[in-house]
C-alpha cells in the first residue's frame, strides 16, 4: 500500500456491472448517469475498465484464431481475446469500446462443468495498450480490494473520526501496521503468505507471552504448548537476523 503513495500518471476507474445485470444502463449504474460517467472520463482524461455482464453481445462471434493463450493452472483453460462493444445506441453518448474478454474452462467436477465449455469474464474500457497487458492489470485490482478488506478489519475500522488531520494521520499508521502484519506473515512461512489481518491477531499477535530481560539478551517467554508456536518462532527468526540499519 505505501509504495503507492505519490503515485503519478492516469487515474483509472474502476466499476463492476450489477449482479445479473444484462443491460447497457446496468452496466453503468456505478456512474450515476451515461452522460456524466462519460463526459467526466473524458474532460478529465481518467481512463477506465468496466466489468461487463458475461454474455455480453459479440462474444460468441469472435473468431477462434483470435484467442490468445494465458498462463493457467489447466492446459488450455484460459484465453484473452477483443472485439468492439457500443453502448447507448442511437444516443448523444454513443460509443465504442474496447471489449477485452477473458474465457476459463470450468474446474472439473464442478456444477458448470457439464453444461458450460467457457466461462467469459468480459471488460468494457477506453484504455490504450496491449490486451493481455490490460486483461491482467485488470483482474490485478482484485487485490486491491483484499488489502483494502484487510485494512478494514484492522486500523481502519476507526475511522471516520470526523476530523480530517486525526484520520490523516491514522491512515498512515492503519497502513504502517499493515504492511509490517503482512511482513509478519510472510516471514511465518509460505503457508501464512494469504493469511487475513484477523488470522494474524487470532493466532500470532494474542499469544500469552512475556519479554524478559536475561544475560543481557531481551527474550520472549511463552507456552510451550501453544498452536501455532512454530510459525511465531520461524517469524521471530527472520525478523531478528535482519540486519541494524548503520
Known amino acids: 500500500?505505501?509504495?503507492?503513495?505519490?503515485a503519478t500518471g492516469k487515474v483509472e476507474t474502476y466499476s463492476t456491472s450489477s449482479a445479473g445485470a444484462g443491460s447497457t444502463p446496468a452496466?453503468?449504474?456505478?456512474?450515476?448517469?451515461?452522460?456524466?460517467?462519460?463526459?467526466?472520463?473524458?474532460?478529465?482524461?481518467?481512463?477506465?475498465?468496466?466489468?461487463?455482464?458475461?454474455?455480453?453481445?459479440?462474444?460468441?462471434?469472435?473468431?477462434?484464431?483470435?484467442?490468445?493463450?494465458?498462463?493457467?493452472?489447466?492446459?488450455?483453460?484460459a484465453n484473452v481475446a477483443e472485439t468492439t462493444y457500443t453502448v447507448f445506441k442511437n444516443t448523444r453518448d454513443e460509443i465504442t469500446l474496447r471489449l477485452i474478454v477473458?474465457?476459463?474452462?470450468p474446474t472439473p467436477d464442478s456444477q458448470?462443468?457439464?453444461?458450460?465449455?467457457?466461462?467469459?469474464?468480459?471488460?468494457?474500457?477506453?484504455?490504450?495498450?496491449?490486451?493481455?497487458?490490460?486483461?491482467?492489470?485488470?483482474?490485478?485490482?482484485?487485490?486491491?480490494?483484499?488489502?483494502?478488506?484487510d485494512l478494514k478489519a484492522g486500523g481502519l475500522a476507526h475511522v471516520p473520526s470526523g476530523k480530517f488531520n486525526a484520520d490523516a494521520a491514522w491512515l498512515a499508521l492503519a497502513v504502517l501496521a499493515h504492511n509490517l502484519g503482512r511482513w509478519s506473515l510472510k516471514a511465518a512461512g509460505a503457508a501464512w503468505q494469504h493469511a487475513t489481518t484477523e488470522t494474524l491477531r487470532a493466532k500470532l499477535v494474542s499469544m500469552p507471552a512475556?519479554?524478559?530481560?536475561?544475560?543481557?539478551?531481551?527474550?520472549?517467554r511463552a507456552p510451550t504448548n501453544w498452536s501455532w508456536r512454530e510459525p511465531f518462532e520461524q517469524a521471530l527468526a527472520r525478523i531478528t537476523a535482519i540486519p541494524a540499519p548503520t
Open 112 to 149: 458448470l462443468a457439464p453444461d458450460v465449455v467457457f466461462d467469459d469474464h468480459a471488460i468494457c474500457t477506453d484504455r490504450e495498450g496491449e490486451i493481455l497487458e490490460l486483461e491482467g492489470d485488470h483482474r490485478a485490482h482484485a487485490v486491491v480490494e483484499l488489502a483494502i478488506r
Open 27 to 77: 452496466l453503468w449504474a456505478k456512474f450515476a448517469t451515461p452522460r456524466t460517467a462519460k463526459s467526466s472520463a473524458l474532460n478529465s482524461g481518467n481512463r477506465w475498465p468496466v466489468c461487463a455482464p458475461s454474455g455480453s453481445p459479440g462474444i460468441a462471434a469472435i473468431p477462434e484464431q483470435n484467442w490468445l493463450p494465458i498462463p493457467y493452472w489447466l492446459d488450455g483453460g
Open 102 to 105: 477473458r474465457r476459463v474452462r
Open 210 to 220: 512475556r519479554l524478559v530481560h536475561t544475560a543481557r539478551r531481551i527474550k520472549v
Open 1 to 6: 500500500m505505501t509504495s503507492r503513495c505519490w
